[in-house]
């Protein structure tokens, strides 16, 4: 699992700890692509609306992610987000 959580740090996919309302991925993920928050909270809600996997992706995706308090910064600063 710590092999999964480094490589997504390494990817700059990190769970926000500030700005989140549930577990801080849509934050993250908005983080890495650029984008506000709401902007990316409102591309998931529409991706609801589409059939597929999106309810197993989002908890997956808590689970998968690291929190920002457990990455330490070096790991940040390799990543392609730290740019």
């Known amino acids: 699992m710590t092999d999964v959580r480094s490589f997504f740090a390494r990817r700059g996919l990190i769970r926000a700890t500030d700005r989140r309302v549930l577990g801080g991925v849509c934050a993250g993920?908005?983080?890495?692509?650029?984008?506000?928050?709401?902007?990316s909270r409102l591309l998931f809600m529409l991706l609801l609306l589409i059939p597929g996997s999106q309810l197993i992706v989002y908890p997956l995706l808590w689970v998968l992610m690291p929190d920002e308090r457990d990455v330490t910064y070096a790991s940040r600063a390799t990543s392609p987000a730290a740019g």
């Open 29 to 39: 993920v908005g983080r890495r692509f650029g984008l506000t928050p709401w902007v």
